[in-house]
């Protein structure tokens, strides 16, 4: 039976929100309504979809349409930091996931789009491998562009174990931080919310560059939209200056503690804030019990330049490495 591949309508969040959650194998809170809808109406023209097998939705692809150097394209949704398909296991087979892609193809051309861009869910986040979906995609005639994230495994270890394996250095600069007497804690009001987002914005400054959420819409996800998946730990000196802070994300299906922003004062000569902050991640990631830390990926321009000293920093503590592929086909 072929699929049924249907545009998404707003009346159908509840179903898609279940789906993403709690029957897909690389579904995560990015891909649901409730994340999503914290864009504006009209930011993005919505065109995701929904597939069934018969009565079944066994996938959906949040989606937009958007026009790239002059062709109308349908990408991974703008608004996620990766996207889809999300695909239920009932799936998890290679040709009926050749068929998947080759059908969404075949709405994509029916619909006048010239092109298809797909940012799958790393396997980092996933509760089963997404190789046979990759291969679709290749079968399918798509190319690939790879980002390198790092990522800590943690599971069933002790923070001294982990200390262990960090480098000379970050074991050194770790000691310097303790001496000076900080200390980490959650940050939870909107005071305390509103200095970090600051010090955030002067990290990014001399990057010409701004957070990708607003302050209120970290104070949205904090209070309401993502109760159960964020959390804001700031880093402060004995006299009660916030010299770090971090914007971590919670993905529960994976146990993976990601880290979404981190931002440390620069200019501090007695000690290194940021690997007080890095072992403050990874202290909360096993408060948490996650199995993992994701420190994001090291590299610019959709993975063709690799920012060496960012995931050296990173090695330092003793990370592993992992892909984030953009999956991109023209039809025409």
Not at 2 to 9: E, I, R, S
Not at 259 to 283: F, G, M
Request: charged share 20%.
């Amino acid at each position: 039976m072929p699929f049924a591949v249907q545009p998404y309508t707003p009346s159908q969040a509840e179903k898609w929100d279940s789906f993403v959650m709690n029957h897909a194998m690389n579904g995560t809170f990015l891909q649901t309504r409730r994340f999503l809808s914290y864009h504006p109406q009209g930011r993005f023209e919505d065109a995701s979809l929904m597939v069934y097998n018969g009565q079944e939705l066994c996938a959906v692809l949040p989606a937009a349409a958007q026009t790239v150097d002059g062709r109308r394209m349908l990408r991974s949704h703008p608004g996620s930091t990766f996207g889809g398909p999300v695909v239920g296991p009932q799936l998890l087979r290679a040709p009926k996931l050749v068929e998947l892609v080759a059908q969404l193809d075949g709405w994509a051309c029916d619909q006048g789009f010239e092109g298809c861009e797909l940012k799958l869910t790393s396997d980092l986040f996933s509760t089963l491998p997404t190789d046979a979906l990759q291969y679709a995609l290749y079968h399918a005639g798509y190319t690939d562009e790879v980002e390198i994230a790092a990522w800590l495994p943690i599971r069933s270890q002790t923070h001294e174990q982990l200390v262990a394996e960090y480098s000379f250095n970050k074991r050194y600069d770790l000691k310097k931080c303790e001496k000076a007497g900080l200390c980490m804690r959650p940050l939870h009001t909107r005071e305390e919310l509103a200095a970090f987002y600051a010090l955030l914005c002067r990290n990014l400054q001399k990057f010409d560059a701004k957070p990708v959420h607003t302050l209120e819409e970290l104070l949205d996800f904090h209070d309401s939209r993502l109760r159960d998946e964020v959390r804001f730990t700031g880093v402060f000196e004995a006299g009660g200056r916030m010299v770090a802070g971090a914007c971590l994300f919670w993905f529960a299906q994976a146990r993976v503690l990601h880290t979404q922003y981190l931002a440390t004062e620069p200019e501090i000569k007695k000690y290194v804030p940021s690997t007080y902050l890095y072992d403050s991640v990874i202290r909360t990631g096993l408060e948490t019990g996650a199995d993992k830390i994701s420190f994001g990926t090291s590299t610019h321009d959709r993975g063709r330049v690799l920012n060496t000293g960012l995931i050296q920093n990173k090695e330092g503590y003793g990370a592993l490495h992992s892909l984030n592929r953009i999956y991109t086909k023209w039809y025409r």
